[in-house]
């Protein structure tokens, strides 16, 4: 696992799922880890013995208002993203609604979609998509242009609510 810093604070461990274990191809986004990375002692002959390294967290802090359970990978988004990529048209624009790490929605960007829009309630979950897809090629660093520049992009992320008549359906196919 690796260490990663939400901007809305805390340090949270997250590991790269693939959609195919086995395939280097395969689409993957980040999923959050509650267990703590432990590195192997080197100092130390026994092969059995582990220890935790000083600049590991022991421990996951979630940023405030987060919800873990929009930082997993569950099995209905496997399935989805096999549906996606197994029937993709380049011509759409995909909106996942609820992304959580945004699997289908990395598949989607990954299986040519001309755009995507990944939209959650949960910050840190757009977070961890963002990372994720901008270390697929699927984004450029939003620091580095304009709000304008980032809503046409190819592969977007928004705040969305369900429940909230304040805010209007993203326009996909």
């Known amino acids: 696992p690796s260490v990663f810093r939400p901007h809305t604070g805390g340090a949270i461990n997250i590991i790269p799922v693939p959609l195919r ?9 980040y999923a959050a880890s509650l267990s703590p ?6 100092d130390d002959d026994d092969d059995s ?3 935790l390294s000083p600049s590991s967290p022991t421990t996951t802090l979630m ?5 873990f359970l929009a930082t997993q990978v569950w099995p209905s988004s496997r399935v989805a993203s096999n549906i996606v990529e197994q ?3 380049p011509s759409w624009t995909v909106c996942e609604l609820g992304c959580g790490p945004g699997l289908p929605s990395l598949t989607a960007a990954k299986s040519g979609a001309r755009r995507v829009i990944a939209t959650d309630v949960d910050e840190l979950a757009l977070e961890m998509v963002r990372a994720a897809a901008g270390e697929q090629g699927f984004i450029n660093n939003h620091n ?9 992009q190819r592969f977007v992320t928004k705040q969305f609510d369900l429940t909230s008549q304040d ?3 993203p326009d996909a196919d």
Request: with cysteine; proline share 16%.
């Open 21 to 29: 274990r086995n395939d280097p191809s395969s689409p993957w986004c």
């Open 37 to 42: 990375p432990i590195p192997l002692d080197d």
């Open 49 to 51: 013995a582990v220890t």
């Open 63 to 67: 940023p405030p208002g987060s919800n």
């Open 87 to 89: 029937y993709m048209d």
């Open 144 to 152: 580095n242009i304009t709000d304008e520049e980032w809503e046409k």
């Open 167 to 169: 805010t209007s359906l």
